[in-house]
């Protein structure tokens, strides 16, 4: 990494922020032991600094009704929040405990080639809904009341009624969940990248997160991130026509299956992939380090 490569990305979104970030931890883990070390303690002090400048900013604002009221507004902002959370001057929020804990039995759902999605969040109930193989399944009902129930009950006990509601999340109410295989148990690191209609079905969108040149591929609720980048000299291959869910690199005419990365001229090359999780219209991108 040189200094060009330090130069900060369009910094307006949460997503440009942490990428500049990461680029700067990859460079800092090709450092030896005591060089990780110094600027692990130098992150430390800073953040040590702010955190206590934030409780004591927000100590002061507090006794102020209108103070008060004004900092919750800014609390919705996501890079507010974040920093927030960072800090931990934020609890999380009922969502998020809710999504961690059906994070927890997401991998088993995977496993049997289903899912499960929040669909609202209304204290003091919340509604699931099973897509997938685990959608219709015969043992649907005791995987929600041993697993998605249990496990929600006893990370937000708060929460009382935990529904179940019925049919696919593109049935229903236009809603979709997926999750690239690979990027199960991922939790930090995601870029909000694109909405889901941004990405043409059946095409491919180009697209640049934390610095890297990507493409992104549709085929229905199933999204596929690869480097945007043949395998053979890594010239840019979003500029290929597309046809059945294979792209052709414009350059040598090398063809990818844009599901899988598969070169179909070259079995023994693939695209570099990414991880991919869609929620509702939300496209979020987990760069492989």
């Not at 883990?29 to 002090?45: F, L, N």
Request: negative net charge; hydrophobic residues 45%.
């Amino acid at each position: 990494m040189n200094a060009v490569d330090l130069v900060p990305t369009q910094r307006d979104t949460l997503a440009g922020y942490t990428g500049d970030i990461e680029r700067l931890e990859a460079l800092f883990a090709s450092w030896d032991e005591t060089q990780r070390a110094a600027a692990e303690a130098y992150r430390r002090a800073i953040e040590d600094l702010q955190g206590e400048a934030f409780r004591r900013l927000i100590r002061a604002l507090k006794a102020d009704p209108a103070a008060l009221q004004a900092m919750k507004t800014a609390a919705a902002d996501e890079i507010v929040y974040a920093v927030l959370r960072r800090h931990n001057i934020l609890k999380p929020s009922l969502s998020e405990r809710v999504e961690a804990a059906l994070d927890g039995v997401r991998p088993t759902l995977a496993s049997h080639g289903g899912d499960v999605e929040l669909v609202s969040v209304r204290p003091p109930s919340i509604e699931v809904r099973f897509t997938g193989a685990c959608d219709g399944c015969p043992a649907s009902a005791l995987t929600f009341h041993a697993g998605v129930k249990k496990a929600v009950e006893a990370a937000c006990p708060e929460i009382t009624d935990i529904l179940r509601v019925k049919g696919s999340g593109a049935g229903a109410n236009d809603s979709v969940r997926f999750v690239s295989p690979f990027a199960l148990g991922a939790v930090d690191g995601w870029h909000l990248v694109c909405r889901l209609d941004e990405i043409p079905q059946g095409g491919k969108l180009r697209q640049v997160v934390g610095g890297e040149n990507v493409i992104l591929s549709r085929q229905g609720a199933v999204v596929s991130c690869f480097q945007n980048a043949c395998a053979h000299l890594g010239l840019e291959i979003d500029g290929g026509a597309v046809e059945d869910g294979i792209v052709t690199c414009p350059w040598h005419g090398l063809r990818y299956d844009l599901a899988t990365g598969e070169c179909l001229t070259a079995p023994e090359v693939q695209l570099q992939p990414h991880m991919v999780k869609v929620i509702g219209n939300r496209v979020e991108v987990r760069l492989a380090r």
